[in-house]
Nanobody, 122 residues
Framework: VQLQASGGGLVQAGGSLRLSCAASGRTDDIKTMGWYRQAPGKQRELVAGISSGGSTNYADSVKGRFTISRGNAKNTVSLQMNSLKVEDTAVYYC?????????????????WGQGTLVTVSS
């Protein structure tokens, strides 16, 4: 599975951005998808996740401001970010947990997109 993220950019505090991520390859084996972020000098952290059944979870810092969703084909995931704050500035990464079978042999992997920079100015 390969992930391609897009939608980052520069926005003023209080503004909005929408990130998108498209998966290719064995997309039927994708289970949970999510977005992580890494700010300069900080560890990568989970921002939001969504299961194949649509259950979502969010970091406390983004609850009520960010919304994660998956497309009908389940191979895309988006992150709508509203009321952005300077502290949301980071590189955002798309992530997918993949679990399936190849020739009756189970396999599992964790796929990452290339990262997209979100900069929020004051």
């Amino acid at each position: 599975v390969q992930l391609q993220a897009s939608g980052g950019g520069l926005v003023q505090a209080g503004g909005s951005l929408r990130l998108s991520c498209a998966a290719s390859g064995r997309t039927d084996d994708i289970k949970t998808m999510g977005w992580y972020r890494q700010a300069p000098g900080k560890q990568r952290e989970l921002v939001a996740g969504i299961s194949s059944g649509g259950s979502t979870n969010y970091a406390d810092s983004v609850k009520g401001r960010f919304t994660i969703s998956r497309g009908n084909a389940k191979n895309t995931v988006s992150l709508q970010m509203n009321s952005l704050k300077v502290e949301d500035t980071a590189v955002y990464y798309c992530n997918a947990d993949v679990l399936g079978y190849i020739d009756s042999t189970p396999y599992a992997l964790n796929a990452w997109g290339q990262g997209t920079l979100v900069t929020v100015s004051s």
